[in-house]
């Protein structure tokens, strides 16, 4: 009870709540941005948090996230265009409903079932991860090495184009991992005889350039320098009536949204779910279950409760196992867990002992950023969508410029600003080929761990063979079937597939 005193009078200082206002608007402008993702919200602020506290700058991290998740039902309702992949299941009844006069409605109700899917996920986070930390003391290197391991081939198998696909990404990272100094033999590897690359590529530089550089070159192909601004101002002309349902009509909503959040907040835990999928299974589980399912993508305020209320508690859900034992749960916690060790943090039980004063902080705001998302959302929700409107001409050079400088400023070397612009031009080609970009991110802070936990497993095994090693521990085992289960699954889904692709063709 004491450190949640603490971590609140922590929280209320100046800093603090500037930092969790600006996480929360920057990461509303994300979302609502259609292209843009949390991902590329938090790597762009990465740099920005260099020099600040920890508290603060993971805060405002933490609250990018879950709002700009949030932000992308503005453009999926109102223009039918998601604003990011976890607002997906909303952009047609959303839309539907936004044809029908009912906008302003379909934002209230997304606004005030994001806030309460974020904010009970927020809860869940601060209950359930000091518990399973506690687990992480049983860990030794060999349970950490199948850790990272298991978080290579997870994110990796949910990867678009297949397992193949995923895995050679991760691959990809876990080369670029390696240029640097070798922790044992301290001889440099891969560098080319430059003494810039002896610590290896900048962690932050390449964030950018994989997530933020590249979106500008896909955004500056797709552009015909036209803006949305027609489009906007037709749809404001529509929105009528007030944003608030009346009272009494919410207790439609108690059991789609409770559901809607034990869901999300368990697909968040996977590691490598993500918020689209946690949100289009509510979508179908609330369908399923639904007294009226056949207004289901025709306009149905009872489908937007239940895929906001998921995608927002799968935020809170990810940040689980990230915080626990270093595994993200998503792309987004990936790059959260480069701001985690950017501060000198490591997951794991010392994060709610040793650190707990950094900690509980980072979670309780977390959960305060979702009803604070909800109070600027249901004032300005009508506002926000003219920032679609902003032409690719104006954009682009505005992220080009924070992004160069964000990379300068890590450590001041113009090395970093070059790494920054290979990882943009590797990001783009990855893209242009269906290869996501997650896995690199992924490999580039766990490959370095892996490496480390082996080395170290091989020491404590001494002259036992390291595979008998490995099998004599029963986490070990458990993580190892894992680890198969997260690459079958894929393969047989994507062959099943295939099978069912090809019986429809030849009946045709």
């Given amino acids: 009870m004491e450190i949640l005193i603490s971590s609140f009078q922590t929280l209320f200082t100046l800093d603090v709540l500037v930092a969790l206002l600006a996480g929360v608007v920057f990461g509303m402008v994300v ?13 762009l602020l990465l740099p920005i948090t260099v020099g600040m506290e920890a508290v603060p700058a993971l805060v405002m991290l933490a ?41 302003l409605q379909a934002i209230g109700v997304s606004t005030v079932t994001s806030c309460m ?4 996920s927020g809860v869940a986070l601060i209950f359930i991860s000091p518990l399973l930390a506690r687990l992480s003391l049983l860990f030794g290197p060999g349970e950490y090495l199948f850790v990272a391991l298991f978080g290579l081939t997870i994110i990796g198998s949910l990867c678009q184009g297949g397992v193949v696909k995923g895995i050679l990404c991760a691959c990809i990272g876990l080369v670029v991992a390696c240029v640097g100094i070798d922790p044992v033999t301290s001889y440099s590897r891969y560098t080319f005889g430059s003494n810039a690359l002896g610590s290896g590529f900048g962690l932050v530089p390449s964030l950018i350039g994989l997530f933020s550089i590249s979106q500008v070159m896909i955004m500056a192909e797709m552009s015909k320098e036209s803006s949305n601004e027609g489009i906007v101002n037709k749809t404001m002309q529509m929105l009528k009536g007030k944003i608030l349902l009346p009272l009494n009509e919410w207790k439609n909503y108690i059991i789609p949204v409770i559901r809607s959040f034990i869901i999300g907040l368990f697909v968040g835990i996977l590691p490598g779910a993500g918020g689209d999928i946690g949100s289009w299974l509510s979508y179908n589980a609330g369908k399923q279950q639904s007294k009226h399912p056949e207004e289901y993508g025709k306009g149905s305020l009872e489908a937007i409760a239940c895929s906001e209320t998921a995608n927002n508690a799968v935020c809170g859900g990810a940040l689980v196992p990230l915080l626990t034992l270093g595994v993200p749960g998503s ?7 480069g701001g985690l060790t950017m501060h000198g943090l490591v997951p794991g039980n010392d994060l709610f002992t040793v650190q707990a004063g950094i900690t509980y902080p980072i979670m309780i705001g977390f959960t305060i950023s979702n009803f604070l998302m909800a109070i600027i959302g249901l004032i300005a929700a009508r506002y926000f969508i003219k920032v679609t409107a902003i032409p690719v001409s104006i954009l682009a050079p505005v992220i080009i410029v924070l992004a160069t400088l964000g990379s300068y400023a890590v450590q001041y070397s113009m090395v970093d600003v070059w790494s920054m612009v290979a990882f943009g031009a590797l990001g783009y080609i990855m893209r242009k080929h269906d290869m996501v970009t997650a896995p690199i991110v992924l490999a580039l802070i766990l490959g370095p761990m892996a490496e480390t936990k082996l080395i170290q497993s091989r020491i404590a095994a001494r002259s036992t063979p390291l595979l008998m090693y490995f099998m004599s521990r029963p986490i070990c085992v458990f993580l190892t079937i894992l680890i198969v289960i997260s690459i079958a699954v894929p393969v047989i889904q994507s062959r099943k597939q295939k099978k069912n692709n090809d019986t429809i063709m030849d009946e045709e």
């Fill in 31 to 43: 979302g609502a941005l259609p292209g843009f993702t949390a991902t590329m919200g938090v790597s």
């Fill in 63 to 103: 609250s990018l996230y879950t709002s700009s998740t949030y932000g992308g039902s503005m453009t999926a309702i109102l223009l039918h265009t998601p604003g990011t992949a976890a607002s997906g299941a909303t952009a047609d009844d959303g839309f539907a409903l936004t044809l029908k006069g009912k906008g």
């Fill in 117 to 120: 899917g974020g904010a009970l």
């Fill in 331 to 337: 792309a987004t916690a990936a790059v959260l867990l």
